[in-house]
């Protein structure tokens, strides 16, 4: 793949991929039509982001499919695959998959090595939450290229319907890192444990912040920033101490309310229409937040494919159905 014009940005989906979290078959999945630019499309495009392991793949197919679909410049599309190092040798698969699916698409495969975080990972609520690439989104800035500056990380549970370029252009203020749709009304004390909020030289972190909680599925971040502040830094020490002093239960999220909650730019909630896997609740169906919506998010235990398969759907899943391009499951040499 040529080397981006410096005077150029395109718009990249990361999609982190891996089996050290879970195994199963490689699914075969069928081509997706050619998506066209518009007559006014012009050489910019945005950079976005998305972590997935092997039992996400399916997911992250119907997610690309969305993505092109909804695009006004879907040929300035370019996708970088980031594997985790322990699936390097199933590049080849990887490749052959994509390709076979989006036989147009622009797209490079990057090495994740889980041994990065796995040191850091407290075990969570969920061990699901505890996948090493769970926590890869915070190390985007150190795997991509300096030539890309700003990223939009999506999560490979959702679907849109909307151009991404309006999300991607969503203004940040002069010392902002991240956008993201917030949520004031969450009950922000629940992310921390007790023992943070009773420990004034902790809890104070959030003084004269305004803290309120965002879903990091969906996020537009300057990578720019981010290297200047050494953010990904921030992050580390934040889950060091978790693992001498344990100050949350949810995995990869509450790192991020500490280093950015409060010093955010706000974006529409209709590009995070979450909640709809039901949060923690295994067979809860959830109905959508009033508004419009680009962006379904299937956040939470319920997956629209696993429900779908099982023949227990819920009403939102059919909105998913139509991205699916699952064709037949085959087994992976082992």
């Not at 203004?171 to 009773?198: I, K, R």
């Not at 030289?201 to 290297?227: K, Q």
């Not at 992050?235 to 344990?246: A, F, P, S, V, Y």
């Amino acid at each position: 793949m040529p080397a981006p014009s410096p005077t150029s940005t395109f718009i990249c989906i990361f999609l982190f991929f891996t089996t050290s979290c879970a195994a199963l078959a490689a699914p075969r999945f069928k081509e997706a039509p050619k998506f066209y630019n518009s007559p006014n499309c012009s050489d910019d495009a945005i950079h976005v982001a998305m972590t997935l392991d092997v039992t996400y793949l399916r997911g992250s197919m119907a997610a690309i499919l969305s993505v092109l679909q909804h695009s006004s410049c879907p040929e300035n599309v370019v996708f970088h695959f980031v594997s985790a190092a322990s699936m390097l040798s199933s590049a080849p698969i990887l490749n052959l998959t994509i390709s076979a699916s989006f036989p147009y698409l622009k797209f490079r495969i990057y090495p994740f090595d889980d041994v990065t975080v796995a040191g850091l990972i407290s075990s969570s609520i969920r061990t699901a939450l505890d996948c090493p690439l769970n926590y890869a989104r915070n190390y985007l800035p150190n795997l991509l290229p300096p030539s890309v500056r700003k990223v939009v990380y999506l999560d490979s549970d959702l679907v849109l319907f909307n151009d991404i370029a309006e999300l991607a252009a969503t203004p940040m203020g002069s010392n902002q890192v991240l956008a993201a749709p917030e949520y004031c009304n969450a009950d922000f004390t629940a992310y921390f444990t007790p023992t943070f909020w009773s420990n004034p030289s902790l809890s104070l972190t959030f003084a004269g912040r305004g803290p309120c909680y965002f879903n990091t599925g969906v996020m537009v971040i300057d990578l720019e920033r981010w290297r200047a502040g050494d953010y990904t830094r921030k992050i580390e020490e934040w889950m060091e101490l978790q693992k001498r002093i344990r100050i949350y239960e949810l995995g990869s999220l509450p790192p991020f309310l500490l280093v950015f909650a409060g010093n955010i730019a706000p974006v529409d909630h209709k590009w995070n229409q979450h909640g709809l896997g039901g949060d923690n609740f295994s067979g809860l169906c959830r109905d959508l937040h009033p508004g419009p919506v680009s962006l379904l998010h299937w956040s939470g235990k319920g997956k629209p494919w696993v429900r779908l398969d099982a023949n227990r759907p819920c009403p939102l899943d059919a909105l998913w159905a139509p991205y699916d391009l699952l064709e037949t499951p085959v087994a992976l040499d082992a």
